[in-house]
């Protein structure tokens, strides 16, 4: 498949990358269309005053440069990973995979909030990082 890959200052490359593999707590979604985040923009002219961990190993995922462009997407579900519940083959849905919710906290509690942690904070236990909205609210 196709990528755009961010890896530096003013360095986009389009590239040929393995399909991902869906692991448990995933699923997989056939891109039908994608945006370019106003984010994605600046981070593209000003690395290094992106909000997200670019230049060490992330903290959650131990991903480094270069990486994926293209965070907001919609498609639809081609594969679910064991365990997941509640969404099938089929199912239409968006996806914003820089946002994670620990399902404890206060701000992750709230319906739809725009408090959630962010990628460089969130912490390694929380254990709805992976799943989709519907899995977040049935975790909690």
Do not use: W
């Amino acid at each position: 498949m196709k990528a755009a890959m961010f890896y530096g200052k003013e360095d986009l490359r389009i590239e040929d990358v393995p399909e991902p593999a869906v692991s448990p707590g995933q699923v997989k979604i056939r891109n039908g269309y994608v945006g370019i985040c106003g984010g994605d923009v600046h981070t593209y002219f000003h690395p290094e005053a992106s909000p997200v961990v670019l230049f060490r190993p992330h903290p959650m995922t131990g991903a480094r440069l270069p990486q994926p462009r293209g965070h907001e997407f919609s498609g639809t579900v081609v594969k679910v990973g064991e365990g997941v519940t509640g969404i099938e083959v089929g199912d239409r849905g968006s996806m914003f995979p820089t946002a994670y919710s620990c399902g404890t906290c206060t701000a992750c509690r709230l319906p739809a909030s725009p408090a959630r942690h962010t990628a460089p904070t969130a912490g390694p236990g929380c254990r709805t990082a992976r799943l989709g909205p519907r899995e977040r609210r049935r975790a909690r």
